[in-house]
């Protein structure tokens, strides 16, 4: 079915360029008055040889012979920039390239037309993984004013994969400059990259000095106080991490799930949890959230008895239903029931438990993905910063 469907596709596209180049074919025969078998008459049989591949389910063999049918000038350059383009997304990208590069290689294109083709040619390098040529490529065409934007970002995105932070940052600015767009908020990223690469190394002042620079370009990034706290707390330092957490309410309160976990740990650290109690009952007063619930429900567990906790769940799930607190709250109180109770609750554990084993815990905000890992840059559609904890039942 998919094949047929191809097929149709290609024939829709090819028919009027196969036409078109027919007409060109015979209008130059009329004027030259060709004798029989010139360039009119291999026109036209090649039209029928090309036609006869469509109709035998042959595209590939068609597509070859309509592409040389037809000569690369200003009538036909944007079919031929088609064709390579429809290779490329069918992952043909050997046959794009030629395309492009024939496309580049012809006198008389138009420096507009020009810088087109050559920004086609060098999406076919990058899908090739061809990064090295592709970025020679849009190095060169940030010169043309007509598509230096489009060859800044795809630079940008060369040195994203590459992981080369610096020259990222480098043309992130130069974008700014071509579009009059802040770019802050993505640079603020490349410094957090550059700050884990340090950490991962042990280079932990390096990384704290790469997180300084992410705040002073962009204040609302949560990435980075989520990795200055991190950093500090490496260092042995939990009241600096807890500076850096408690930035992030600031910032985004959705991102609080985050940093509760490590702030019971500096608390913890620093012989001082009931500040972390006085901490999560006022982010469930002011924005509620099941994982600041479930770690009270822990700490009125431990200092109060299961019973306590228990009556704490209870209310709470009566005030913002969640699927995780019933899974907790099930569990507590099978603990303190036997027989059929018990039973019943067990039954219950195992729905909740099966409800909760593949439910995405993200979700980008940009596109819709979603996984269980928060990611700083969307897997799907690449865009920094717009994956956040879910909310509502199934979420926080």
Known sequence: M?????????????????????????????????AAGDDGTLSRAEYFRGLNFLLNEQPDKAIEVFVEMLEVDSDTVETHMALGSLFRRKGEVDRAIRIHQNVVARDGLSPEKRGEALLELGDDYMRAGLLDRAEALFRELTQEAAVRERSLQRLTEIYQQEKDW???????????????????????????????????RGALDEALESVGRAVD?????????LVEGRIHGEKGDPRAALRAYKRVERQCADYLPEVIGPMNE?????????????????????????????????VKAKEEGDVAAIDFLTEQMRRRPSVRGLDHLIGLARTHVDG????????????????????????????GFSGKTLHWQCPSCKAWGSVKPIQGVEGE
């Open 340 to 367: 059929q109770a018990e039973e019943y609750l067990s039954i219950l554990k195992d729905l909740t438990n099966n409800l909760l084993e593949d439910r995405p815990v993200y979700k980008c905000h940009h596109c």
């Open 166 to 200: 610096d020259r990222a940052v480098e043309s992130a600015r130069q974008l700014e400059l071509a579009t009059g767009r802040s770019y802050n908020h993505v640079i603020s990223h490349y410094f957090c990259e550059k700050a884990e690469e340090a950490a991962r």
């Open 2 to 34: 998919g094949r047929t469907l191809m097929v149709y596709e290609l024939v829709w596209l090819l028919l009027p360029v196969a036409a078109a180049s027919g007409w060109f074919g015979a209008s130059r025969s009329a004027r030259n008055r060709p």
């Open 266 to 298: 500096c608390f913890k650290a620093l012989e001082r949890p009931e500040e972390m109690s006085a901490y999560l009952e006022y982010v469930l007063e002011r924005y509620g959230g099941i994982t600041a619930t479930l770690t009270l429900a822990n």
């Open 217 to 225: 370009i962009s204040s609302q990034c949560v990435r980075a106080s």
